[in-house]
């Protein structure tokens, strides 16, 4: 039915910038909320960022002014663009999308080295 693919993610230095990709596809046409996060090793699933179907935005303090989501509504598709990327952002980023259930991507490692 609904299939997120995340793609984008690489070994980068500190200082560096990323930008994730998601492509969404499937029977629904439209999502309320598509968006970002992420598990460091070890660690629980963070929140990066989203982005509603009305524009509005939304990012987590540790990647605030660093990272811009934005999405094309036609080709269903979101983006996380990051940069002066830190080793702090190591991480498989994981895109989501929300409908009636949430949906979500296979992830993405990114790397950043110091």
């Known amino acids: 039915q609904v299939r997120l693919v995340d793609s984008g993610g690489g070994l980068l230095q500190a200082g560096g910038s990323l930008r994730l990709s998601c492509v969404a596809s499937g029977s629904i046409s439209s999502f309320s909320t598509m968006g970002w996060y992420r598990e460091a090793p070890g660690m629980q699933r963070e929140f990066v960022a989203i982005i509603t179907s009305y524009g509005t935005t939304h990012h987590a303090d540790s990647v605030n002014s660093r990272c811009n989501i934005s999405e094309d509504n036609a080709k269903k598709t979101v983006y996380l663009q990051m940069n002066s990327q830190k080793s702090e952002d190591t991480a498989v980023y994981y895109c989501?999308?929300?409908?009636?259930?949430?949906?979500w991507g296979q992830g993405t490692q990114v790397t950043v080295s110091s």
């Open positions: 989501f999308a929300a409908a009636e259930r949430d949906y």
